[in-house]
């Protein structure tokens, strides 16, 4: 594979459930706003049905705006809520890391860069042998890790950090979500980011905002603008296109 065939920002999180859709969709708006072709791509996505308005598919195309369909956003679906590999198990199908790989092409010949959203966090079973971490790893994609920003996240986002850098991923940045409207009033959260820049020696992009349901799209897209440095995610992504096509 050529070892810039995927260009983008591969986003894992802390765990399950600590606002990876609702990070890559925002920042895929806002950078779509601004003009920029941003495709969002969940290689594997279990618990749902593509087209379900529950599912990560249907939730990343409605928030970002993308025209690809809630099939080719999400190739390989299987309906149990289980990591991937046991929810492919469960439909009676072995991942290969070959398979999933493949799968995204598509979105990434359409678009000039992709946000690729994992499932779980990074220690989660891909595959017989491999887990979320190695798909990131295969993809050459720098990685934005998305962490709840209250009490607990410098353990569970150094750990995360340390494992990446452990299989040669480059830990691009962070992103801390606020998970609930009350979180602004943990006192934790004025010093997570602090720690978390000291000890992980890896930068801060801000920290997410408490969204609320059917928030209007340009909201959302503002809302980003004023707490995300998408500067900093604008330049890490053209910095890989430009070493790309000079290798070319
Ligand atoms: N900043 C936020 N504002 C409003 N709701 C949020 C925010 N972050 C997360 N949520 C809500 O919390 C739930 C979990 O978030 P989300 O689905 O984005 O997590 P995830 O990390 O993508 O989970 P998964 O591992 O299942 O992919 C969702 O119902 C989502 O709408
Ligand atoms: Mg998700």
């Excluded at 986003?11 to 859709?21: I, M, P």
């Excluded at 353990?155 to 606020?178: D, F, K, M, Q």
């Amino acid at each position: 594979m050529n070892k810039h065939e995927f260009s983008g920002l591969f986003l894992s999180g802390t765990d399950t459930g600590v606002g990876k859709t609702m990070v890559t969709a925002g920042i895929a708006a806002a950078l779509r706003d601004d003009g920029e072709d941003i495709g969002v791509w969940k290689p594997v996505q279990s618990g749902a049905l593509a087209n379900d308005p529950d599912s990560d598919a249907y939730r990343l195309k409605q928030l970002s705006g993308v025209e690809d369909s809630c099939t080719e956003i999400a190739p390989l679906v299987f309906p149990a809520p289980l990591t991937p590999l046991l929810a492919a198990e469960a439909a009676g199908k072995s991942l290969t890391m070959d398979e999933v790989v493949d799968a995204g092409r598509l979105l990434q010949k359409r678009h000039s860069a992709l946000l690729v959203e994992g499932a779980g966090g990074l220690a989660v079973p891909l595959t017989r042998t491999e887990m979320m971490a190695h798909l990131a790893a295969r993809l050459r994609l720098p990685l934005l890790l998305v962490a709840r920003a209250g009490l607990g996240t410098i353990n569970h986002t150094l750990l995360s950090i340390w494992y990446a850098r452990e299989l040669g991923i480059e830990v691009a940045g962070v992103i801390l979500n606020e998970t609930s409207p009350e979180v602004s009033a943990d006192e934790s959260v004025k010093t997570n980011a602090r720690m978390i820049e000291r000890y992980g020696q890896v930068p801060v992009w801000g920290t997410f905002p408490w969204i609320e349901k059917n928030l209007h799209q340009q909201k959302l897209v503002s809302l980003v603008r004023e707490r995300i440095d998408l500067e900093e995610i604008r330049s890490c992504i053209r910095s890989q296109k430009k070493t790309g096509e000079m290798s070319r």
